[in-house]
């Protein structure tokens, strides 16, 4: 029983890592790439740094701060063109940067709010994954959104490498919801982008900073200071039950009313077999988050799992209403265990 557990939890894990994505309007991203310019660093050892950035309002660029950190020189490059900024201002706990420019005459793109997004909508990120001549575009759906510091980090499956980062991420109508920031460690990674809000408030602020950072960003805090949905990751990818219950508990402790909490305590149970107390956990994550389709998905598998045909009926056409792709692949692999 335990190896069937482990193994279709796993197949829970494939399922999130894997949904369809839809290729955004063509003439969208041509447009909004005019927008996006790679940023360039001069390390402290004399080496060459590559990240993205966006322009969000006239002679006004957005990165990320650790693209910028401790570097002896900083420019853009566009259109065969260098331009270095005349200011920098920072909020290095967030990661979010922003570049002031002279004469930029680059066109701002439209800005949402992350706060704007829904689980499951398509979004799309622009930028420079592992330093092309030209910026690339990935597909993707919004997978969780996380309430932090009075505002929403996003994960999707728009997945980004090295030279990525402040690559801006898009809502399906070409509109800055946030920016290309981190991502876990290990082969399953997950991506998260810091909210648009962020860069909206340092727009209003005067105060300039240097490339020398005055804090470290949350997401590179020691682990246990580190948000709980960053430290949740390594042992649900791990299937280490105890340690993840143990931290999902924590997190519904300090949040209660957290979807994402509630599935993975409901994921740890269920590794655990506690099935009664899995099941409620499940429907509780989709109480809060209808649209939560890792917690139906992990509820379908339940059902299957101890024989509850009715549960496994409405879970499938949930997901099957959410996602068809990914109702398709989980039917096909659960015929695969039946």
Same mark, same amino acid.
């Given at each position: 029983m335990r190896t069937l557990l482990h193994g279709l939890i796993t197949l829970l894990l494939v399922l999130s890592l $894997?949904? @369809?994505?839809?290729?955004?309007?063509?003439?969208?991203?041509?447009?909004?790439?005019? #927008?996006v310019v790679k940023v360039h660093v001069i390390t402290q050892s004399g080496g $060459?740094?590559?990240?993205?950035?966006?322009?969000? =309002?006239?002679?006004?660029?957005?990165?990320?701060?650790?693209?910028?950190?401790? #570097?002896?020189? %900083?420019?853009?490059?566009?259109?065969?063109?260098?331009? #270095?900024?005349?200011?920098?201002? @920072?909020?290095? =706990?967030h990661d979010a940067c922003l570049l002031k420019f002279q004469y930029l005459e680059l066109t701002p793109v439209k800005l949402a709010s992350a706060a704007s997004l829904h689980y499951g909508d398509a979004v799309f990120s622009i930028g420079f994954p592992g330093g092309p001549?030209?910026? *690339?575009? %990935?597909?993707?759906?919004?997978? =969780?959104?996380?309430?932090?510091?009075?505002?929403?980090?996003?994960?999707?499956? @728009?997945a980004f490498i090295?030279?990525?980062?402040?690559?801006?991420?898009?809502?399906?109508?070409?509109?800055l919801v946030s920016l290309s920031?981190?991502?876990?460690?290990?082969k399953h990674a997950y991506f998260?982008? %810091?909210?648009?809000?962020?860069? *909206?408030?340092?727009m209003q602020q005067e105060k300039t900073s240097t490339p020398a950072p005055d804090a470290t960003p949350f997401w590179d805090l020691p682990l246990l200071e580190r948000p709980f949905f960053m430290q949740v990751v390594q042992p649900y990818q791990n299937s280490d039950w105890p340690a993840l219950e143990a931290i999902a508990r924590g997190w519904l402790n300090q949040q209660p009313e957290s979807a994402e909490a509630y599935f993975y305590l409901a994921s740890a149970l269920h590794g655990q077999g506690q099935l009664a107390a899995a099941q409620q956990a499940y429907q509780r994550a989709l109480a809060l988050q209808p649209a939560h389709i890792d917690a139906w998905t992990g509820l379908a598998i339940l059902a299957q799992q101890y024989k509850q045909p009715a549960l496994?009926?409405?879970?499938?056409?949930? %997901?099957? +209403?959410?996602?068809? +792709?990914?109702?398709?692949?989980?039917?096909?692999?659960? +015929?695969?265990?039946?």
């Open positions: $894997h949904p @369809a994505r839809a290729e955004p309007d063509r003439e969208l991203v041509y447009r909004l790439k005019a #927008s $060459h740094g590559v990240g993205t950035g966006v322009v969000v =309002a006239k002679d006004m660029i957005a990165t990320n701060c650790h693209v910028l950190a401790n #570097s002896n020189g %900083i420019s853009i490059s566009k259109f065969g063109e260098s331009i #270095s900024p005349v200011a920098l201002v @920072a909020d290095w =706990a001549p030209k910026p *690339q575009t %990935i597909a993707g759906k919004v997978r =969780a959104l996380y309430p932090f510091d009075g505002s929403t980090v996003v994960r999707s499956d @728009a090295m030279g990525s980062s402040g690559s801006p991420t898009f809502n399906g109508a070409g509109e920031t981190f991502k876990s460690p290990g998260y982008s %810091i909210p648009v809000e962020w860069v *909206q408030a340092l496994l009926a409405d879970a499938q056409e949930h %997901i099957r +209403q959410l996602d068809p +792709q990914a109702y398709t692949d989980l039917e096909q692999r659960l +015929q695969e265990t039946r």
